[in-house]
């Protein structure tokens, strides 16, 4: 949490002492109104023994009175104001300086935070330090500086009335830290069985054709009993536990008022102690009291935003281990070559990749085949620098891709990923992502080369809008949009992970068809599952567990790659295999 | 709270959904009153506290203005007794506290099972077209916020009104002008709070809207962070969330800011009515100074007032996003259910597995029909292969066979009863099924396999699993049959399925209905899974979800499927020789 505050500007430490002197400006006036009250009893008891007393006196008093309140309002808008104003423009910092940070990272940045904790990072998380920042300023200053006027009041008026004070404190403080001490373990396990809740029925819900299937509804529902049992005894232990918190403070709230009016009455007696000193000693151990009942509660508070701000360091600290190169420029060619090339993850103790060569010129088609597992995906990662090779060379038109700007080489790169995701937005917006200036027969073009005949039909065309994810349109056309999409782009090489598999066997063919016609001049990199897909291809790689275990044409494998041979057979057929021969 | 995660901050229809959450407390009635009659209690004494302190003030005053020495026995008297009040004041705050943890306890478990049951209860339908996300938000969220409303707010508004009455009723006890003059500030500070709420709300929803869209790009983003990549998109992606990230910082900003001067306001008039008091008060005192104390006691008065008005305030809000709560619970329980079977009698003891289709129609949608007048006769022990293009509808058939959608017109019948005459769980004792995503849930393999058939002896189980060759595999994990199965478990897809398969056979169901496996496994494990399958429908009827050519040759039956409808039917070769759809797909190198 304070690594973060360097992201504060200058002028926001400024304004926060500017805060600090309101906050000290408001709890004066709020003391000097409290000390009023005080001298207008002094003025009746005055009164009361003899001395003159009229209302004007008393108007005149009030009419300060007034101003006090007055000013204690503008600082308090004020305080709102500057706190508001540092708390937001952190969080907007913040958010600015994630966002970015993440759009750095590389792929094995993503994998060691997860998608989805980015998520909670750049979002929940931020926004818990936002209110963290806010509470802070407005309420965090507010208590020591009017525990310690108070204290400063009241010191010396009364050594007795002091003690009971403290002792009160020590009461107050004993009640929060027992309350606290075996509640909040509590709160981290309610917050588990809660999951635990979440996981059964979330697993009755994506089970549900199976739980009907085998009439096992009976068990699950008893399975969820047993867990809402277990949440519900430990609900009912916190709430009975925190249903001490308000009577305890109350009863030493009263206990001290009650104690101070008592020892009051025995020092009047002596003759130690004023009547109206007695009666302003009350209102101020009460604001303290209040002021340690907030401190213990920005105890509670702080932390949650300390946690969430260590997570947010934690992005912010990351720097991503692929750089730019220096920059080439190339003429466009569109060869790849990948030399003895080695990947494995990094912590792995086993490479994903090993001993990989090949090489792929200017309009041909390249395909990689395996089971899963085999590498295929980890391998053409490598090419777009999602992660680098451990060991050996990638070139790219001749020359090593680590010497590229990243923006170069994805300049020359098409890529269609395996799950055809779409942004928010229409399919237009969609198709010039990689082009803002794409003209309408280029899109039109793309889409017919894509087998997209779909378009055509949907409201608006083009400007069909597309849902987050593109979750409006089946998969099959997110995948012929995302090729779509990188035609779009017209890049030297194309890649595609396992982008046809949503597709039908006769649109995969057709499709494919085209792009050999259109893209004749771009080098394709094709991963599939499907022997189909890839029979034409002028080089298919075979992988098993991480090694080529072959490479040639279709007709060459079958008679030299046992691997290849076994899964062309289990999918084409025994005959048909033999057929090809 | 993450942008998936749906919770409505307002009910639609407030007086019905309020009206219908406090029917449901109804068994928890007499409870209810005795929380209440101690939150009464507990608030009288605490409401009488200040009079009562006011009797020693008014001791000392008189002795100090008298000059003369205070009764202190008087004083320790009056003491005990406050120390008395204030100690069962919290006594019985606390009694009302736990008496209310219990019955929120036991509602919101209450409420948690019901959703859970209901679950079982609705038809498949509901759960095709909604997402999981959002009944999982009304397990959790909504029943959590409907427990904290009613464990704190049922006795706060009684706690809160009774102190208000009570305030009242001291105020004027002790001066009716200064009474008054408190009353007249009330609506003064309503209306200036209704105008700052008024003024602000607009920045809170612009605020959330605002958050709302910022959360979609940056799961956009993040989620398809490899195209923003090579798509060079980052700018383009960053000066998009700047956009909306200013756009929310200046809501922010103001709904902060707003909300944050609601407070300094309403304080200013308490503040305004409080100079007033002292004053209007001092002037009295002039004449009869013993009102002096009156003044110290109305302030604390003025201030219990003032606060529980605040928190009335505050309450009313809680209490509208729990009704807004229960009323996403009673909906969801409110869904029509599947129609009850309990008249339904007809049964098959001994089941031969003569499956016939008789003039189907079926849609998923009214109005919109997909498969019409469909009519077929598969044979007992026969095996019928369904295949079509990837969306063609294959597990409509599914759907179907298993009574988990009725169709339309038409009957479906086996060893010529119809599956509309038996109950739902009678039709589906007679079928093992094995789908192609693979479930397994968080319990041993042991429980995962014997899932429905708890009867089941360890040896059955495990022949079960030898003939699924994934028996030697379950050796080799660590805890064998008794490992845990959960996320983090290192078992692939393949050996997922083999479980599945073992699960099949140790219901041994006379019929099946089998998913064959697509691309996700090896080839090895693929063998495995093959043989596992043609063990598993030796003898019995089967319909299988086919995508490997050598099941389709080797089924006696073929419907093939396209957009829903079951296009053609017949063996292989006579399929073939037709030379339709079926003969297109099988040319264009059917690797189905």
Known sequence: MLKLLKYLKWYDYLLSLVVVAFVVGQVWLNIRLIESMGEIVALIQAHAEGAPLTSEMLWDLGIKMILMAVGICLCVIVIAFLASKISTSFSRTLRSKVFSKVNSFSMEEMNKFSTASLITRSTNDIRQVEQTVFMTLRMAIMAPVMAGFSIAKIVGSSMELTWATVISVLLLLVLIIFLFIFAVPKFTSIQKKTDKINNVTRENLTGIRVVRAYNAEKEQEQKFEIVNEDLTKTNLFVNRLMALLSPGMNIIMNGLSVAIYVLGAYLINGGSLEYSTMVTFVSYAMNILMSFMFISMMFVMVPRGVVSGRRINEILSTTTKIHDGEGVKTENEGSVEFKNVFFKYPDAEEYVLEDISFKVNKGETIAFIGSTGSGKSTLINLIPRFFDASEGEILVDGVDIKQYKLSELNDKIGYVPQKGYLFSGTIRSNLCYGDENASEEKLIEALKISQSNFVKKLDGGLDHPIAQGGTNVSGGQRQRLSIARAIVKQPEIYIFDDSFSALDYKTDKTLRKALKKYTKDATKIIVAQRVGTILDADKIVVLNEGKMVGMGTHDELLKTCEVYREIAESQLGKEAVDGTK | ?592
């Open chain 2, 1 to 592: 709270m993450g942008p998936n995660k749906k919770s409505a901050d307002k009910a639609k229809n407030f007086k019905k959904s309020f009206k219908r959450l406090i029917l449901s407390l109804k068994p928890h009635y007499v409870s209810i009153i005795f929380g209440l009659l101690f939150a009464i209690l507990g608030t009288v004494l605490a409401l009488a506290l200040p009079n009562v302190m006011k009797i020693i003030s008014e001791e000392i005053f008189t002795a100090v203005e008298l000059n003369i020495s205070i009764d202190l026995q008087r004083v320790m008297t009056v003491a005990i007794w406050l120390i008395a009040m204030c100690i069962s004041s919290a006594l019985f705050e606390y009694l009302q506290g736990i008496i209310m943890a219990k019955i929120s306890a036991k509602v919101t478990k209450n409420m948690r099972t019901q959703i859970s049951e209901k679950i079982n209860r609705l038809p498949l339908k509901y759960f095709d077209s909604q997402t999981y996300g959002d009944i999982l938000s009304r397990v959790t969220n909504d029943v959590d916020t409907i427990g904290q409303s009613l464990n704190s707010n049922l006795s706060s508004i009684i706690t809160c009104v009774t102190m208000v009455i009570g305030a009242l009723v001291m105020m004027f006890v002790n001066s009716w002008q200064l009474t008054l003059i408190t009353l007249a500030s009330t609506p003064v500070s309503i209306v200036i709070v209704l105008l700052i709420v008024k003024f602000s709300q607009k920045y809170f929803v612009r605020q959330q809207n605002s958050l709302g869209e910022l959360n979609g790009i940056i799961e956009e983003n993040y989620s398809a962070h490899n195209i923003v990549k090579t798509f060079n998109a980052e700018q383009k992606a960053q000066n998009d969330f700047e956009k909306v990230n200013k756009v929310l910082y200046s809501s922010g900003f103001k709904s902060h800011f707003f909300s944050g001067i609601l407070y300094p306001v309403m304080n200013f008039i308490t503040n305004l009515v409080y100079v007033l008091v002292c004053v209007v008060g001092g002037i009295i005192s002039i004449e009869t100074p013993i009102f002096a104390i009156t003044i110290v006691a109305f302030i604390e008065y003025m201030r219990i007032f003032n606060q529980q008005i605040g928190s009335l305030a505050q309450i009313s809000g809680t209490v509208q996003s729990a009704v807004a709560a229960s009323e996403r619970v009673f909906e969801f329980l409110d869904e029509p259910e599947q129609a009850e079977e309990n008249e339904k009698t007809a049964k098959i003891t001994d089941v031969k597995g003569l499956v016939e289709f008789k003039n189907v129609c079926f849609g998923y949608e009214e109005g919109k029909e997909i498969i019409h007048n469909f009519s077929a006769k598969i044979l007992p022990g026969q095996k019928v292969a369904i295949v079509g293009p990837t969306g063609a509808g294959k597990t409509t058939m599914v759907n179907l066979l298993m009574r988990f959608y009725d169709i339309n017109s038409g009957d479906i019948t086996i060893d010529g009863v119809s599956i509309y005459d038996m109950k739902r769980e009678d039709v589906r004792e007679l079928f093992g099924m094995v789908l192609q995503d693979t479930w397994v849930f968080d319990g041993t393999i042991r429980e995962n396999i014997a899932y429905g058939s708890e009867d089941k002896t360890n040896e059955e189980i495990e022949k079960a699993c030898s003939f699924a060759h994934i028996d030697h595999f379950i050796r080799s994990l660590p805890g064998g049959y008794d490992m845990m199965l959960d996320e983090t478990a290192n078992i692939s897809q393949g050996q997922r399925q083999l479980l599945t398969i073992a699960r099949a056979m140790v219901n041994n169901a006379p019929m099946l209905i089998l998913d064959e496996a697509t691309s996700s496994v090896d080839t090895r494990t693929e063998i495995q899974i093959q043989k596992a399958m043609d063990k598993l429908t030796e003898g019995r009827t089967s319909f299988v979800i086919a995508h490997r050519l050598s099941t389709i040759q080797n089924a006696d039956q073929i419907l093939v499927m396209r957009d829903g409808n079951i296009v053609e039917q017949g063996t292989h070769e006579q399929l073939l020789a037709k030379n339709g759809f079926y003969a297109e797909l099988y040319n264009s190198g059917i690797q189905a």
